[in-house]
């Protein structure tokens, strides 16, 4: 009888254990920019449970994630990869590589040839005077009052036809009026209120990669004013402070905070 409970018992413990194993599974890998000066974080987010995290400054993620579920990789500058996790992939890292987006430069076509005349080529490129006046004349004329009322911009009732809309609530509008209400607005914060968001920056925010960088409390506060006053981050967040997007930010600023002042971090 003895032996019977016990069987039972190692059975209910072993069931508790595969259960929360095969509820965090997690997938990890790297993403990889190509540009080893880079580090600031990549924002990794799994659409299909909506969770994120942040990538370490070498790129090393690790996220809760099953098969089929799709992952996202967002990083300022970059294309965004999509990619929808296979059984294959559930037991081996995966490598993400982001290409930077390509800055379009307006094409420039030159339609006069100089001929090394001066009197010839400032002639061509100096306006007329009949072009100069007539210039002044639209801006004289742009800038004076109104003297006659503008016409209303409006269709007449008598071609317009029945408005099914006339009397219904616009829930689209109201939703967006809502939201906006909701959402605080964003103004200049004083010393006072930099002060207590430095502090809850300090005691919220995970700030351990500062640490491995050798850097102690005092570097600490040092870069925190040096990213606020860069990232302007307790006008933006003060009011609004989510902690992800705060560490998000930090990151950023302490990549180009790094590169200025040469740091290397500790070797593990």
Request: aromatic share 10%.
């Amino acid at each position: 009888m003895e032996m019977r409970y016990t069987g039972r018992f190692l059975f209910l413990v072993l069931f508790c254990i595969a259960s929360g194993l095969w509820a965090q599974q997690k997938i990890s890998g790297k993403v990889i920019t190509g540009n080893e000066l880079d580090l600031t974080p990549v924002l990794v987010v799994n659409i299909s449970q909506g969770k994120s995290m942040l990538s370490d400054m070498s790129g090393k993620f690790e996220i809760e994630a099953k098969e089929n579920d799709e992952i996202r990789f967002v990083k300022e500058g970059y294309y965004r990869v999509d990619k929808k996790i296979t059984s294959e992939e559930m037991n081996s890292p995966l490598n993400i590589i982001l290409k930077r987006m390509e800055i379009q430069i307006p094409e420039v076509k030159i339609t006069y040839k100089p001929t090394g005349n001066l009197a010839k080529d400032n002639q061509h490129l100096n306006e007329s005077r009949k072009l100069q006046s007539l210039k002044s004349d639209m801006e004289d004329y742009m800038r004076s009052p109104l003297n006659q009322p503008l016409p209303t911009n409006a269709i007449s009732k008598t071609f317009t036809g029945h408005d099914f809309n006339a009397g219904q609530v616009n829930l689209f509008g109201v939703f967006n009026a809502v939201k906006k209400l909701a959402k605080p607005k964003v103004t200049k914060a004083n010393y006072n209120e930099t002060q207590d968001f430095l502090k809850k920056v300090k005691t919220q925010v995970n700030l351990n990669f500062l640490k491995k960088y050798g850097m102690d409390e005092e570097q600490i506060d040092t870069f925190l004013l040096y990213a606020e006053k860069t990232r302007s981050l307790a006008k933006r967040y003060r009011k609004d402070f989510q902690i992800s997007v705060v560490e998000y930010e930090l990151k950023i600023a302490f990549g180009e905070y790094s590169k200025m002042n040469k740091l290397e971090g500790t070797k593990e």
